[in-house]
């Protein structure tokens, strides 16, 4: 049992092989099902062992994750690659595209056959009360609410660039783009960013603006890949390449259909497709939402247990290593308390995706190792000060005692202010345990596992109930924790009278 959890908590780290082919996907439902049909076509080749590295983040993960060879390809738009990997001011056919990626090792090809280009979109029934109908209607409705996607809001090619082409001057709301749409049902905003094969476009009733200007660029979908890969996959390139054109608009849409409206999985919705003949399009399921119960006893559910819970905890003994001597350091010399808590102060605010994407690319890899460190980094703050606020609190009476009985440095340290100190700086290493497991499930982005890959994955469907049964385990691990530790400072950590103030944290 041991060996098959120890098996379960290095699986990212262990895939990792000579003839592993990895895929990335981005956090959203087309993503997630196209590296799906990658994934799946490499594994029928027979040549290599296709790993689906799902829900990586943002644009800048899977760039930085391809560029230094932590995967081999990813699902990708020529209007993405143009504008905000390339930096250029228009998209170019497909040869110059590939000959400007080829300064960075990698090309792009195997065109799927349909264009998801940007779009915005607000009700039906507003649009015909307002008569708006054209992205240039809403310039004389400056009262309308936007609430844009993240990326949306930062692209070059998406809002600041769309904001100055049509002269608008709302000022959006970010949100993430699955919970947009049910922001826009409950009228807390009223357009918001959609992508040209969204599936919730017809359930909710969405009118799409006509780019009257026509801003938005074809973003033509297709498979972004390093350079070397024809070469050292020659089998899985000739399957992949049988997936040129073969996917329509509509097919698209249906498959996004049938993951976000009849929750099924991602792996059944490429299975299907790749099985059905070629031009036919599979029927949209009815709705169907799994229920909390069954999503959170998901097969999954031990495996990603397991995962997170060597995520929290491997990162955390680090941290502990590490803060602990530090705090010591930052109490006995003074000239250098400021930087030592004013750098790990710095770290708690250093954006994680940010970290993330610097580790990918620092590392050379994603899974495991950049979510531990990320992890290490973050938890190190209230170690190292409750750390140096405990012995600050030790009497300096008993100091000065120690000291006139001979007793070296080293000694009166171990044997007397730790342990006067020791309640404080547990609570430190709880504060820091407890903010890991909410924080671990950011390790979902980079492929490590743990709860995060629910909830990545709910968000990205819009699903309650698979999120919830992501977060809900954590919430639970986190108060196991929380009474782990109140039991420790009750039952191991002695109290000594006259002890001084409350420890922090």
Not at 38 to 67: C, P
Not at 101 to 117: C, E, K, S, V, Y
Not at 382 to 404: D, Q, Y
Not at 481 to 502: T, V
């Amino acid at each position: 049992m041991i060996g098959r959890l120890a098996f379960l908590c290095l699986f990212p780290v262990c895939v990792w092989a000579q003839d592993t082919f990895g895929i990335g996907s981005k956090r959203f439902t087309e993503s997630y099902i196209l590296g799906e049909i990658v994934a799946q076509t490499i594994s029928a080749a027979g040549e290599a062992r296709a790993v689906h590295w799902q829900g990586m983040g943002n644009t800048a993960i899977l760039f930085a994750a391809l560029k230094s060879g932590a995967i081999h390809a990813y699902p990708e738009y020529t209007g993405t690659i143009a504008f905000e990997l390339l930096g250029l001011t228009g998209v170019p056919d497909l040869q110059a595209l590939d000959a400007e990626l080829a300064r960075h090792g990698l090309a792009a090809g195997i065109p799927f056959g349909f264009d998801n280009t940007y779009a915005l979109a607000i009700t039906t029934r507003q649009a015909a009360t307002l008569g708006v109908t054209t992205i240039s209607d809403l310039v004389s409705h400056s009262g309308l609410k936007f609430g844009l996607s993240q990326e949306f809001l930062n692209r070059r090619d998406g809002w600041p660039a769309l904001r100055k082409a049509y002269g608008l001057t709302a000022v959006p709301r970010g949100l993430d783009h699955g919970l947009a749409y049910e922001a826009l049902a409950a009228g807390h905003i009223d357009v918001l960013d959609v992508y040209s094969t969204d599936a919730k476009i017809g359930r909710y009733r969405l009118k799409v603006l006509v780019d009257d200007r026509r801003f938005f660029p074809a973003y033509d979908a297709l498979i972004l890949y390093r350079r070397e890969v024809p070469q050292r996959f020659p089998r899985s390139w000739e399957a992949l390449k049988r997936l040129e054109g073969r996917i329509s608009a509509g097919q698209m849409i249906a498959m996004n259909d049938a993951a976000e409206l009849a929750a099924v999985p991602f792996s059944k919705v490429a299975a299907d497709f790749l099985a059905a003949p070629q031009g036919t399009r599979r029927p949209v399921p009815p709705d169907s939402r799994r229920s909390f119960a069954a999503a959170l006893s998901g097969d999954d559910f031990w495996p990603l247990t397991a995962q997170h819970f060597m995520l929290v905890f491997v990162a955390l003994g680090l941290s502990t290593a590490i803060g602990v001597p530090l705090g010591i350091w930052a109490e006995r010399r003074p000239a250098v308390r400021w930087w030592i808590l004013g750098a790990v102060g710095v770290l708690q605010t250093v954006p994680a995706l940010a970290l993330l994407a610097f580790l990918i690319a620092t590392l050379d890899r994603i899974g495991t190792l950049p979510a531990v460190i990320a992890l290490f980094l973050y938890g190190l703050l209230p170690i190292v000060r409750n750390t140096e606020a405990g012995l600050a609190e030790v009497s300096p009476v008993l100091k000065e005692s120690a000291a006139a009985l001979g007793l070296p440095a080293r000694v009166r340290l171990t044997l007397i202010e730790i342990p006067l100190a020791a309640r404080t700086i547990l609570a430190g290493v709880k504060t820091s345990a407890v903010i890991n497991v909410g924080t671990a499930t950011i390790a979902a982005f980079i492929g490590a596992g743990g709860y995060g890959e629910r909830i990545v994955a709910g968000l990205a469907v819009n699903d309650h109930a698979l999120l919830l049964a992501g977060a809900v385990p954590a919430a639970c691990m986190a108060l196991l924790i929380e009474g782990s530790f109140a039991a420790i400072d009750r039952w191991a950590i002695p109290r000594f009278p006259g002890r001084g103030r409350r420890a922090p944290g």
